[in-house]
Structure formats: structure tokens, C-alpha cells
């Protein structure tokens, strides 16, 4: 199984669950996202970092939409599992389930229930760590994940705090990331929403958007930057997200000078990690939605 570059808990999830059923690896080009580490280390996972994919051998890609989130991965004999709207690998895939769905996870754990496999604790642990991780702690969730999210904790025989404990950061390190984020964090009233940015010292911008959100920002912008690498989310309050501000574009064009090693997201929620200067982006990104929430522009 393989998950994108800068796998996230959705990735993990699916590629850890399948990896018990059908007993197979777990491989990820690159790096993975910081709550993808956490729940690496809670559960743990075995994982192979910058797998090298023998010939012949036969791969599933889970939670995966472009040939560009899978750096020195040869794509010559290969599945697909996604839930992404625009999903490139489809063409070139052998196979393929693909749906637009809360999450990767959902579709594994459909895919599982269809072969009658069974769901053990831990597997039941990781799909639903990503289910609430793609759902913004179910902030996003449909009524028909929630459902699916009940099954699955009931299969596992596991609770909901279960899960909680498990996508969770220490106590340490949550009060660090929450001071650190208050010190610095700058305000910016664009439009109708409340923007939120601040820069964090550690690579944990997922946990820092989020947290933003719960504080009460519109939309959250944090950045991380280590020498010339740079690592950016953009997330959107799931309260608004049906006003027509598309974050995927306003990302995009925000790092067309920058070196891109890795775009993915939708309009509510994106991540970007790169080589550039986080304050231009963010500059850039700021401005392009000054731009896209001013009465007076069409977009």
C-alpha cells in the first residue's frame, strides 16, 4: 500500500488497515504529515519511507490524486483507492475505486466489509482516525460517514474517546503549540471572514489550523519554515464554507514562484509544501483573497 508524500491520518489509515488484511507493506514517498506521525507512533505502524517498488510488483495507491504527490514511485502496475474530486492516476490504473467520499477510509472500510474481513482494534483505530481527520473532527462529516464512523467503531470494539486518544497530540506539546500560536498570531479582516496566520517553530501546522478554527478564525493560515523548505495549510471553518471562496485557488496561485513538491486539498481545506519564503506566499495568499472577497471584483 502507498500513501501520497506528507501522508495524513486518511492515508495511514486506509494503507494500515489494508496492510493487515491483505497482508501486505505500508509505503511512503517522503515525509509524513504531523499528525500522520503521531498516529504512526500510537498504533505502531510499520512503515517503509521512500519504498523501493521491485519489478513486477503490484501497488495500491490510496489517498492519492496526482503522479506528483508520489516522488520516485514507478507507476507502471497499480490500483487505485481515492476519494479525491480530481483524481489523475484513474487512467493509468489497473483498477480502481474511486468516489467522492468524506474520506479514503470510508471506501477501505467498504471494501473490507464487501470481502467479509474482519476488523480488529487497531484497524478500527486507524480508519476511524481518518475519517476524523479529513472531516475536521466530523465538523465536515456527512450523516452517511457519521454512520459509517458508528460501524466501524462498533466492529472494532472501540469508543469514540478511544479514537480521540488517538488522533490527540500530548498534553506537552498541545499547551506549547497553543502558546506559541497565540503569541504570534495576527489577525486580518478580509471580506466577511476573520483570517488567522501565524508561523509555528515546529512542523505541526495541521494541529495549529485546527486549533485556530476552534478559537473562532474564518479561515486558518499557518506556515512552518526550515531553511529553504516550506510547509503551509489553509483551512476554512466548515461554518463557511459554502460561500464560493475556493482555498484550492487562492493556494494556487499563491506558490507559482515557489518550487512545489506537493499541492493537494479542495476548496475548504489545502496544504502545500515547497521551497520558497513562507512570508511572500502568504502575502501572496492574503492578497489573492483580498482580491477574490472584494464586492467590487468578479471571481
Same mark, same amino acid.
Given at each position: +500500500? ?5 501522508? !495524513? ?30 498516529? /504512526?507512533?500510537?498504533?505502531? +505502524?510499520?512503515? =517503509? ?10 501497488? &495500491? ?9 508520489? *516522488?520516485?514511485?514507478?507507476?507502471? $502496475?497499480?490500483?487505485? &483507492?481515492?476519494?479525491? %474530486? ?23 472500510? %467498504? &471494501? ?5 474481513? *474482519?476488523?480488529?482494534?487497531? +484497524? ?11 472531516? &475536521? ?24 474517546? !478511544?479514537?480521540?486518544?488517538?488522533? $490527540? ?5 498541545? %499547551? ?6 497565540? /503569541? ?7 471580506? !466577511? ?10 512542523? =505541526? ?5 485546527? +486549533? ?24 476554512? !471553518? ?52 483580498? =482580491? ?6 468578479? =471571481?
Amino acid at each position: +500500500m502507498v500513501t501520497h508524500e506528507d501522508a !495524513d491520518a486518511d492515508a495511514l489509515g486506509a494503507a494500515y488497515a489494508l496492510s493487515i488484511a491483505l497482508e501486505g507493506r505500508i509505503g511512503v514517498p517522503g515525509d509524513v504529515a504531523e499528525h500522520g506521525r503521531e498516529l /504512526i507512533k500510537k498504533l505502531k +505502524m510499520n512503515v =517503509y519511507f521512500s519504498p523501493v517498488i521491485e519489478e513486477g510488483e503490484r501497488i &495500491i495507491i490510496v489517498d492519492t490524486a496526482d503522479e506528483q504527490q508520489l *516522488p520516485d514511485i514507478p507507476l507502471e $502496475s497499480y490500483a487505485v &483507492i481515492d476519494h479525491h %474530486r480530481d483524481n489523475k492516476l484513474l487512467q493509468g490504473a489497473e483498477a480502481y475505486l474511486h468516489e467522492e467520499t468524506d474520506s479514503t477510509c470510508q471506501l477501505v472500510y %467498504r &471494501i473490507l466489509k464487501k470481502m467479509g474481513l *474482519p476488523i480488529n482494534r487497531e +484497524m478500527a483505530l486507524a480508519l476511524s482516525a481518518g475519517i476524523l481527520g479529513d472531516t &475536521i473532527y466530523l465538523e465536515r462529516a456527512s450523516g452517511s460517514t457519521i454512520i459509517v464512523l458508528g460501524e466501524i467503531l462498533l466492529q472494532g470494539g472501540i469508543t469514540y474517546k !478511544d479514537v480521540l486518544e488517538i488522533v $490527540s497530540m500530548s498534553r506537552l506539546l498541545t %499547551r506549547e503549540t497553543k502558546l506559541q500560536a497565540a /503569541i504570534s498570531a495576527q489577525l486580518y479582516k478580509l471580506g !466577511d471572514y476573520l483570517i488567522v496566520f501565524t508561523q509555528t517553530n515546529r512542523d =505541526y501546522v495541521y494541529y495549529v489550523a485546527i +486549533m485556530l478554527l476552534e478559537l473562532g478564525a474564518d479561515i486558518a493560515l499557518v506556515s512552518y519554515q526550515e531553511g529553504d523548505e516550506v510547509n503551509i495549510r489553509l483551512v476554512k !471553518d466548515p461554518r463557511v464554507q459554502d460561500t464560493g471562496l475556493d482555498l484550492f485557488k487562492v493556494m494556487k496561485e499563491g506558490v507559482v514562484g515557489s518550487k512545489i513538491e506537493n499541492l493537494w486539498g479542495d476548496e475548504n481545506f489545502v496544504g502545500f509544501k515547497g521551497v520558497g519564503k513562507d512570508l511572500e506566499i502568504v502575502k501572496e495568499i492574503l492578497e489573492n483573497i483580498r =482580491y477574490r472577497t472584494d464586492k467590487n471584483n468578479y =471571481y
